[in-house]
T-cell receptor, first 119, second 109 residues
Framework: GAVVSQHPSWVICKSGTSVKIECRSL??????MFWYRQFPKQSLMLMAT?????????EQGVEKDKFLINHASLTLSTLTVTSAHPEDSSFYIC???????????????FGPGTRLLVL | GQNIDQPTEMTATEGAIVQINCTYQ??????LFWYQQHAGEAPTFLSY??LDGLEEKGRFSSFLSRSKGYSYLLLKELQMKDSASYLC??????????WGAGTKLIIKP
């Protein structure tokens, strides 16, 4: 149980285009989903937290107009990188937290990640 | 401030035992997680401790001392596939995990 999928797993795009990444919880409902970015050999960096049906909360330094997050249902959140530039090339990972109590409510389950390369 | 410290890199031999330490200073505490992350992949959940003591799960065990702000992950009978980064993360009362930078574990034959 607690499987999270991401699509696509790889994206190569031209500078200036927009890219949408989907994050789905396959066998559970997620009240909260998180979007992370990880550059090579660096630690995870939380970009934003999204709760179903409400606006995402962005971390300091993350441009909300550039990284659009939509959490339309308890099983789907999307991240859209608008007008992508080469410096946006990174490994984007989502995680989902179960709607429940105790350890289940605290544990984040990660999707497999999406590698974005902007040319 | 909030801070999590763990060693940057450790090396161990196949078949041996290794202990990866994590110390933390956070505003509030609602549990500590250990995740494993292989190169190029997303993290996978290993363990969660919220009470003091040792939690054993197969070859992996995790220990917590809340009074000392200290945890460790113990890996026994090391296998080559255990080569990965191990991330310590603390859950404060809010819902956002605070992540350590990770410990890269290198297993040698």
């Amino acid at each position: 149980g607690a499987v999270v999928s991401q699509h696509p797993s790889w994206v190569i795009c031209k500078s200036g285009t927009s890219v949408k990444i989907e994050c789905r919880s396959l066998d559970f409902q997620a009240t909260t989903m998180f979007w992370y970015r990880q550059f090579p050999k660096q630690s995870l960096m939380l970009m934003a937290t999204s709760n179903e049906g409400s606006k995402a909360t962005y971390e300091q330094g993350v441009e909300k107009d550039k990284f659009l997050i939509n959490h339309a249902s308890l099983t789907l959140s999307t991240l859209t990188v608008t007008s992508a530039h080469p410096e946006d090339s990174s490994f984007y990972i989502c995680s989902a937290r179960l709607a429940g109590l105790g350890i289940e409510q605290e544990t984040q389950y990660f999707g497999p990640g999406t590698r974005l390369l902007v040319l | 401030g909030q801070n999590i410290d763990q060693p940057t890199e450790m090396t161990a031999t196949e078949g041996a035992i290794v202990q990866i330490n994590c110390t933390y200073q956070t505003s509030g505490f609602n549990g500590l997680f250990w995740y494993q992350q292989h190169a190029g992949e997303a993290p996978t959940f290993l363990s969660y401790n919220v009470l003091d003591g040792l939690e054993e799960k197969g070859r992996f065990s995790s220990f917590l001392s809340r009074s000392k702000g200290y945890s460790y992950l113990l890996l026994k009978e090391l296998q080559m596939k255990d080569s990965a980064s191990y991330l310590c993360a603390v859950a404060p009362p809010s819902y956002q995990l605070i992540w350590g930078a990770g410990t890269k574990l290198i297993i040698k034959p």
